[in-house]
Structures are given as C-alpha cells and as structure tokens.
C-alpha cells in the first residue's frame, strides 16, 4: 500500500518541503512571465535538485510562462513561483518581460491565451 496517499499529509509535506518552509519567492514573477533556460543552465540545474531540473528542462528551447511551468511539471503554483524566482537569482532560468506593466488590457488577453493553452493539455 502506498503511504503517501493514504495519508493526504503527505501531499502538503513535501512542497513545504521542496521549498525549504518558504512561501515567499525572492522576487515577484508574474503568471504570464516568460522564462527560458539555455542548453548550459539545463545541465547545470542537474546540481539544482530534482525539481529545478525538471522546471529547467521544461523552458529549454520553448519559452514558457510561469502559468505553464507549474501545469507542465505538475506543481502547485506557490510552490513553482519560489522555485522559479530562486532559478532566476541563481542563473538557471532567463526571466522576458511578458507584457508591458501598463496596459491592462494588454496583460488580461495574454493572461487569457495562457489559460486557453493550459485548457489544452
């Protein structure tokens, strides 16, 4: 019998886990952000843990948004924002400018083609 779903703890351990207790990301990343990782970066996150080279390998050579990464490599989204920012100071994860930081509009329609493209999968 496997322990981990029997017992519904576990599923909220190991994020706590994975993130060291943290919560807060280091910088704010925004859903819609675009980020990549060089072929370079992927090898190097293999040092990273486990998760960050899964998150790595999910942006090499296709820019994703941060939306996507947390569907992609089936992480929650708190959990995949603190990862991520850390992947940013740290080198392994290139962070574009998603849409201007005015233009409301703007950011709504692209945050809307990201939630599509999620529907998708």
């Given at each position: 019998m496997d322990h981990r779903r029997a017992d519904p703890r576990g599923e909220l351990v190991r994020p706590y886990a994975v993130t060291?207790?943290?919560?807060?990301?280091?910088?704010?990343?925004?859903?819609?952000?675009?980020?990549?990782?060089s072929p370079t970066a992927v090898a190097e996150s293999r040092f990273a843990g486990h998760d960050k080279h899964r998150i790595a390998t999910v942006c090499e050579g296709r820019a994703q948004s941060l939306a996507e990464i947390a569907a992609y490599t089936r992480m929650p989204l708190g959990v995949a924002r603190v990862l991520v920012a850390d992947m940013v100071a740290e080198g392994l994860l290139t962070l574009h400018?998603?849409?201007?930081?005015?233009?409301?509009?703007?950011?709504?329609?692209?945050?809307g083609r990201v939630l599509s493209g999620l529907r998708e999968l």
């Amino acid at each position: 019998m496997d322990h981990r779903r029997a017992d519904p703890r576990g599923e909220l351990v190991r994020p706590y886990a994975v993130t060291r207790g943290r919560t807060e990301p280091r910088q704010v990343i925004a859903l819609e952000a675009v980020l990549s990782a060089s072929p370079t970066a992927v090898a190097e996150s293999r040092f990273a843990g486990h998760d960050k080279h899964r998150i790595a390998t999910v942006c090499e050579g296709r820019a994703q948004s941060l939306a996507e990464i947390a569907a992609y490599t089936r992480m929650p989204l708190g959990v995949a924002r603190v990862l991520v920012a850390d992947m940013v100071a740290e080198g392994l994860l290139t962070l574009h400018t998603a849409a201007p930081a005015e233009g409301y509009e703007e950011r709504m329609n692209l945050l809307g083609r990201v939630l599509s493209g999620l529907r998708e999968l």
